[in-house]
């Protein structure tokens, strides 16, 4: 029989944030219960233990036992791990969960871990929907209008908008508002339409944009530490990897639910005008996004990720081009 | 009679050693210059045209990094590290001694000891992964930075051992002369 | 209690015991740290406790020193370092002092008043106290005592108006406080217009008034001058450059040219480009002014990484919950845990700086002050009214700990210029009525919170 387990837990996001840090919380309730006690989460909140960027080295080295995080964050040591946590023009969370458990996904994402040296079990323990596509101070109504735009944009989709002459920067969550009210930045991507109206954008950007190409779905990692994985019992093991699934449930659930108060209140009260991409635009985004794959595809792993995605999603499209109502 | 007019707290070798530091660090200081240069620079760049910025970016808190972790030798080499010296002005020489030896090898060594060993294994799985910025945009080499922690805490390290001969050879010698 | 509320308890009373060694403040904060990280150890190995601290879990110190090097924000810091050292040697403040002192001969105590209008003009230069002080220490004290100002008035005068520049902006204090909060520097620094003005009044009605009262206290000059236009030309000719200095500052933040990081060094090249313009910039000036630069940012930053150990055990141990569940169990109403936090940060700064203050207590007290209910105005504009409001008043707080004996940095610094037969003491009487003033500020700010948050709303507003 194994000893009792305390995860001490640093989170990438902070426990306020409404799908963005609720899903752990939820999951480090359930944890003793499921467990009746032999399992116990402790959350530290971003940066109380150690900052977002280091959880990786942080489990791996056992200096903590786990941590929640998005795999993206360690695009910088493995560029194939941005694909795990969300890519532009990626899947929905429905399809993401497909290729994720029964396709080739938890396998690639675990065995890029292992190929890396790293010394880490990962659990996807959240999954959310698409993010906005950003707050604007001015309509954009062509690739022309976002030429010389300075913009905060995260990540790949960062790398699309430089393809289309916008100047990118990486401005930290605090310090985007003040940078966007006073004009040194123009427009800002941050997250989902609950997440940005804590962060007050619709105060000073009035044009929101739609859909979110850049994040159609992210899901969310718990890493252990393999040597804490492999002491658990197996009787453990399963209520942590059942419980991370039923708060990839529970975070489809809540993500979708909270976003429509926002966006109401955004468009009713706040005089925000909620806009929807031209069709000419998205084209010109999934083309740059094209170009970024290939410059991405150097690095072997990435490109191996891709793939099998890709073709997992040539696939499903046979099904979904024709299981699915179109929206309107 | 002593004909040696130098102040008899004068120990050459440690002087000769905080003085290196000193002078290293002096040129090292011009980085705040360049910082400066870099800011106004990315404000143009940002405000006038529209070019890379995430890598001016980057270098900004590059350079920073490099001034305060350098500073903080700079600090010793100059003694003006912030003290609570209320009741250490009233300190015998010989009590500022003994302090200055027990503070170091108490408090300092054990801390500075445990941030240099696992900061050698910080920059070893940077430079495994050859890691670089999380932005594709952003610089590479993220290990270089990593390296000036065990590179500015050695100093300190070294200050400190200097700082201890010093005492310790401040000590013997007001023993010798009986006061 | 329990054995590792015992640890957070001794951990607190040995730092600060072993704070008055007078060995270097960071190295006691790093080294505390270690030693109760290997109590805690030992704790767990013998006394059957799961406080799960080792030689390895500590290694995350130098991921959140790493964290520290990797902030954008705090890139700010040796920049305004820098600025105000360049200040300190453009000339600029001669020339104020000069050109004001004609201004307000006539009035009692106009002498006083130059030292106090001139620690503004400081304060919104740069955000350096010790360098307001010694500057305004040495080129107003003998002045004052030579024209027969009472000692007390003097030093006190001199150092009250050398603090202002912690929490007038630019403030280096608020650049740290904003980043360990996540709040925003520009709310922080467009917060602190108000109070920081509001002090600056203060002072000088007190002078105004105690002229009254006392005057052989601040006996006016011989040989005045009247004040003609020639006096007033010359006021405009030294205060337009250094103006041009704030608004270069506070104006690219303001048009968004620049964030309040970017703004610093565009403070610093306006610094070198009046230092020019008065004919003091030489290449000796600019690598005394990085030397200093160098020193002053590695000593603050040399606290960062003592204070980040420090926490990270604090942490470990558990100390983050055991002052929360402390403050949210005292008796008092949220006004009441807010005073009371107060209170704790006054005393704390009769020993510590607010460089530990504001990198420990803080983000210790932040998430109770957080959670409390007071409703705080932020005109729909302020992201945290509450919090910004609570900073200024901890902001103010720390300003008095500046001039609280033993350890008032202000103090400190200004002994280090004072002419010999102005002893500590003297001192001491000199700052007295200073800090009641001060707490009149902060009760006044207590009570209406819209003094600080009225400006940055209507700074932001739409
Ligand atoms: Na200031
Ligand atoms: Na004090």
Redesign the interface.
């Known amino acids: 029989h194994a000893k009792p387990v305390l995860l001490k837990t640093p989170i990438a996001f902070g426990s306020n944030l409404p799908a963005l840090g609720t899903p752990i919380t939820w999951v480090s309730e359930q944890l003793p219960l499921v467990s009746g006690g032999q399992i116990k989460m402790k959350i530290y909140e971003p940066g109380k233990l150690v900052a977002p960027?280091e959880i990786l080295?942080a489990v791996s080295?056992g200096k903590v036992n786990s941590g929640y995080s998005i795999a993206g964050?360690w695009?910088?040591?493995?560029p194939a791990a941005a694909i795990f946590s969300t890519i532009p023009f990626g899947p929905e969370a429905p399809e993401f969960a497909a290729w994720m458990y029964y396709g080739n996904g938890l396998k690639l994402y675990q065995k890029m871990y292992d190929d890396?040296?790293y010394n880490v079990h990962v659990e996807p323990c959240a999954l959310i929907s698409p993010e906005t596509s950003g707050w604007f101070k001015k309509p954009v109504n062509s690739v022309e209008d976002l030429?010389?735009?300075?913009m905060r944009f995260y990540?790949?989709g960062?790398?699309v908008m430089?393809k289309l002459?916008?100047?990118?920067?990486?401005i930290p969550g605090g310090e985007i508002f003040g940078a966007l009210e006073k004009g040194?930045i123009d427009a800002t991507e941050f997250s989902q339409p609950a997440i940005d109206e804590k962060l007050g954008f619709y105060k000073v950007a009035k044009y929101n944009y739609f859909p979110g190409w850049h994040q159609q779905a992210t899901v969310f990692e718990l890493l252990i530490n393999k040597d804490t994985w492999n002491g658990m019992s197996d009787s453990q093991r399963a209520q942590i990897s059942t419980t991370c699934k039923a708060s990839v449930t529970n975070s489809v659930a809540e993500s979708e639910y909270i976003q429509f108060e926002a966006m109401k209140k955004n468009a009713e009260v706040r005089g925000v005008e909620i806009r929807t991409w031209p069709k000419e635009m998205m084209d010109q985004f999934r083309s740059a996004w094209e170009e970024v794959v290939q410059?991405?595809r150097k690095d072997p792993t990435f490109a191996v990720v891709y793939d099998d995605l890709k073709n997992f999603r040539d696939n499903y499209k046979l099904w979904s081009s024709r299981a699915f109502i179109n929206r309107d | 009679m002593n004909n040696d007019l130098r102040p008899p707290s004068t120990v050459l070798l440690a002087d000769a050693v905080d003085r290196v530091l000193r002078k290293s660090?002096?040129y090292?200081?011009?980085v705040?210059?360049i910082?400066?240069a870099v800011?106004?620079l990315?404000?143009t760049l940002?405000?006038g045209f529209?070019?890379?910025?995430?890598a001016l970016?980057e270098l900004?808190?590059h350079l920073?990094?490099i001034?305060?972790?350098?500073?903080?030798?700079?600090?010793q080499a100059?003694n003006?590290?912030?003290?609570?010296?209320?009741?250490?002005?009233r300190?015998s020489a010989r009590a500022?001694s003994v302090?200055?030896i027990?503070?170091i090898l108490?408090?300092?060594m054990?801390?500075?000891f445990?941030?240099f060993?696992?900061?050698l294994?910080?920059v070893a799985?940077s430079w495994?992964?050859n890691?670089?910025?999380?932005?594709?945009?952003?610089l590479p080499w993220?290990w270089l930075?990593?390296s000036?922690?065990p590179i500015s805490v050695g100093l300190m390290m070294l200050a400190f051992i200097n700082n201890l001969y010093r005492e310790s050879v401040l000590l013997i010698r007001g023993n010798n002369h009986g006061n | 209690m329990e054995i590792n509320e015992i640890l957070i308890v001794a951990m607190f009373a040995s730092f600060i015991l072993?704070?008055?060694?007078?060995?270097?403040?960071?190295?006691?904060l790093?080294?505390?740290?270690?030693?109760f990280?290997a109590l805690a150890y030992m704790s767990d190995m013998y006394l059957d406790t799961m406080i799960g601290i080792d030689?390895n879990s500590?290694?995350l110190?130098?991921?959140r020193?790493?964290k520290i090097?990797?902030?954008?924000i705090?890139?700010a810091?040796?920049?305004f370092i820098?600025m105000g050292n360049m200040l300190d040697k453009s000339g600029a403040a001669e020339n104020l002092m000069q050109s004001f002192q004609e201004l307000f001969g006539r009035i009692r105590g106009g002498l006083a008043i130059t030292v106090i209008l001139i620690g503004i003009i400081l304060a919104a230069s740069t955000g350096i106290v010790g360098a307001s002080v010694v500057l305004l220490g040495v080129m107003s004290l003998p002045a004052m005592l030579k024209q027969g100002y009472c000692k007390t008035v003097a030093v006190g005068t001199v150092a009250s108006a050398g603090t202002l520049g912690i929490l007038i902006p630019p403030s280096i204090m608020l650049v740290i406080m904003a980043d360990q909060l996540a709040l925003s520097v520009g709310d922080l620094f467009m917060g602190a217009v108000v109070p920081g003005l509001l002090l600056g009044v203060l002072y000088i009605v007190y002078i105004l008034g105690w002229g009254i009262i006392r005057p052989h206290s601040m006996p006016l000059a011989e040989n005045l001058q009247p004040v003609t236009w020639r006096v007033w030309v010359n006021v405009m000719r030294s205060v337009l450059p250094t103006l041009l200095m704030i608004i270069a500052v506070l104006g690219?933040i303001f048009t968004g040219?620049?964030t309040p990081t970017?703004a610093?060094?565009?403070g610093?090249?306006a610094a070198i480009l009046l230092a020019w313009h008065n004919g003091r910039l030489s290449l000796k000036v600019?690598?005394e002014c990085?030397?200093n630069?160098?020193?002053?940012?590695?000593?603050?930053?040399?606290?960062?990484?003592?204070a980040t150990?420090f926490a990270l055990v604090l942490r470990e141990l558990g100390g983050d919950e055991y002052i929360e569940s402390f403050l949210t169990s005292l008796p008092f109403g949220p006004y009441g845990i807010i005073l009371f936090v107060l209170g704790i940060v006054f005393l704390l700064g009769f020993?510590l700086?607010w460089i530990e203050i504001t990198l420990i207590v803080l983000p210790l007290v932040a998430p109770v002050i957080n959670a409390l209910e007071i409703s705080i105005n932020g005109y729909g504009v302020i992201d945290q009214p509450i919090m910004v409001w609570f900073v200024m008043l901890v902001a103010v707080t720390l300003q008095t700990s500046f001039l609280t004996p033993?350890?008032g940095f202000a103090l400190f610094y200004l002994k280090g210029v004072c002419p010999p037969e102005i002893k500590l003491g003297t001192i001491y009487r000199g700052v007295l009525p200073f800090i009641v003033l001060q707490l009149l500020g902060l009760t006044l700010l207590i009570m209406f919170p819209s003094l600080v948050n009225w400006f940055p709303a209507m700074v932001y507003g739409q």
């Not at chain 3, 630069?293 to 003592?306: H, K, L, Q």
């Open positions: 960027l080295d080295s964050y695009a910088g040591k493995m890396g040296g030429k010389g735009l300075n990540g790949l960062g790398e430089q002459g916008v100047s990118t920067s990486l040194a410059e991405q | 660090c002096e090292l200081s011009w705040y210059a910082l400066i800011i106004l990315q404000i940002r405000r529209s070019a890379g910025l995430i970016e900004q808190w920073y990094a001034g305060v972790l350098f500073g903080v030798i700079y600090a100059t003006s590290h912030v003290r609570v010296d209320v009741l250490q002005s300190f500022k302090t200055e027990v503070g108490l408090l300092a054990p801390f500075l445990v941030v060993i696992h900061s294994d910080f799985e495994r992964i890691e670089r910025s999380l932005a594709p945009a952003g993220r930075i990593k000036m922690i | 072993l704070l008055f060694s007078g060995f270097p403040i960071a190295w006691v790093g080294g505390v740290g270690t030693l990280a030689f500590i290694g110190v130098v991921s020193i790493y090097m990797d902030n954008w705090l890139v810091l040796p920049m820098f690219s040219i620049a970017e610093s060094a565009v610093a090249a600019v690598r990085l030397h630069t160098f020193s002053v940012s590695g000593y603050i930053f040399a606290i960062f990484i003592g150990m020993v700086d033993p350890v």
